[in-house]
């Protein structure tokens, strides 16, 4: 099974989303795709029937995710490390049903000049204030500037660390185009969220291409448990 994707296709060094941990079932007798079904049965003392038919397991998932019934897909979790510009990152640490360690800046000086190059320039959308729609025409020249920018900051950065400066106050000068990179655990539910409010088309496309990362992924985990989340949607 797949690990590890790349949001920004492989010609992009940095950008990754990598499966790290998931939950695992020891014993045998029943698969980790089955836990919502199973969870949901102890209700009514019959969880001994999970793993019987598989139809009925899959029915009663789609049940559940349809009629809002989700707290049974909070027993899967799964662990991914994730490399993303800051920007980026900034709005996915929005979700906050995630558990979050960051890569510190204070500490290394690692992450520092590596840089997120768009695939494309986009216009500011009138009608929406956060959106963007079309292309700009100077594609070349916009990458131009940026890449000039991001020359200036680092040799900036290293100047001010020459002087004696702390790199706690040496990475202020930091363009959010920097990659940065932590670790995020969630269960499935908060995992589907996270997916269904950042896949959709009102998202910015840079975390889109994670988000779609992130399902593929899960998919690949767990496919009945997910599919009976996203037929929600």
Request: aromatic share 12%; glycine share 6%; charged share 25%.
């Amino acid at each position: 099974m797949e690990q590890i994707k790349y949001p920004y296709g492989q010609q992009d060094p940095y950008a990754i989303v990598e499966l790290i941990a998931s939950t695992s079932m020891h014993g045998g007798k029943y698969v980790v795709d089955q836990m919502p079904a199973l969870s949901a049965r102890v209700s009514h003392a019959a969880s001994g029937k999970t793993g019987q038919d598989a139809e009925k397991d899959k029915k009663l998932m789609d049940y559940l995710a349809q009629h809002g019934h989700l707290t049974p897909f909070e027993h899967q979790s799964v662990t991914f490390k994730v490399v993303l510009p800051l920007f980026v990152a900034r709005e996915w640490m929005r979700h906050r049903t995630q558990s979050y360690n960051e890569v510190s800046m204070r500490y290394s000086s690692d992450p520092i000049g590596k840089f997120y190059y768009p695939q494309a320039w986009r216009m500011q959308a009138e009608s929406n204030k956060q959106s963007s729609v079309g292309l700009v025409d100077d594609q070349r020249g916009c990458t131009e500037i940026l890449k000039q920018a991001y020359e200036n900051a680092l040799e900036t950065y290293k100047k001010l660390l020459d002087k004696g400066v702390c790199r706690e106050q040496a990475r202020l000068i930091i363009p959010v185009g920097n990659y940065t990179e932590f670790y995020a655990t969630a269960n499935l539910r908060n995992w589907m969220n996270f997916y269904k409010l950042r896949i959709a088309s009102d998202a910015q496309w840079e975390i889109r291409q994670y988000a779609d990362c992130i399902g593929q992924l899960i998919k690949d985990l767990w496919p009945e448990s997910w599919d009976a989340l996203q037929k929600s949607l």
